[in-house]
């Protein structure tokens, strides 16, 4: 457990250089979403759940009630996800999500540990096509998805796990960001049981 920590104390350490680049994605983002544009997200397998919490924090709240923000996580339409896969192939699972869905200047944001999962880069490839801005979360660079995309912010760790824990505390960091540009007063809050 000792090493787990440590792996990813460092990581955060080195990330730590990254703040700038996600205030600016945020305070950009929240422009976006405040004049009624939207944001998608996607990515595989941890990645894809990492991408789901980010657009449940904006859909939902981060930690203060505001009004709701348009955030879609692009795995989570089961029907069109294998609709699409079985009629395109997976690789474009993501990429037919963003031309339906995307309009310009709409923001994608695609996370993948490797960089290099061909759905997700299909994703990006169809939101740059598109007019949208695609910013992407990756383990190490350099990488395919962080040279296709408009920006990135690449965790130096070898682990997927920690890379993928990293990415939760850059996914909550956006956020607070969005809710700052939008106005929105940070509070501590605790869910209530229903």
Do not use: F, I, K
């Given at each position: 457990m000792t090493e787990n920590f440590g792996a990813l104390m460092r990581a955060l350490r080195a990330t730590r250089t990254e703040v700038r680049r996600v205030d600016a994605w945020g305070d950009h983002l929240g422009d976006v979403?405040?004049?009624?544009g939207r944001l998608l997200a996607c990515g595989n397998g941890g990645s894809a759940a990492q991408a789901q919490h980010l657009t449940a924090e904006l859909t939902g709240r981060f930690r203060t009630d505001r009004r709701p923000l348009s955030a879609l996580p692009l795995h989570a339409d089961t029907s069109a996800t294998t609709a699409i896969g079985n009629d395109y192939g997976a690789g474009e699972v993501?990429?037919?999500?963003v031309?339906?869905?995307?309009?310009?200047?709409?923001?994608l944001i695609a996370l993948s540990t490797s960089g290099s999962s061909r759905n997700v880069l299909n994703a990006a490839a169809a939101a740059r096509e598109a007019g949208l801005l695609a910013w992407a979360l990756t383990g190490p660079a350099p990488n395919p998805l962080a040279s296709i995309c408009d920006d990135c912010v690449a965790v130096p760790a070898p682990d997927c796990a920690t890379v993928q824990e990293v990415?939760?505390?850059?996914v909550h960091a956006l956020c607070a960001r969005v809710d700052a540009r939008l106005g929105v007063t940070a509070a501590t809050t605790v869910e209530t049981p229903a």
């Open positions: 979403l405040a004049a009624g993501y990429a037919r999500q031309r339906a869905h995307g309009r310009p200047g709409d923001v990415h939760l505390a850059l």
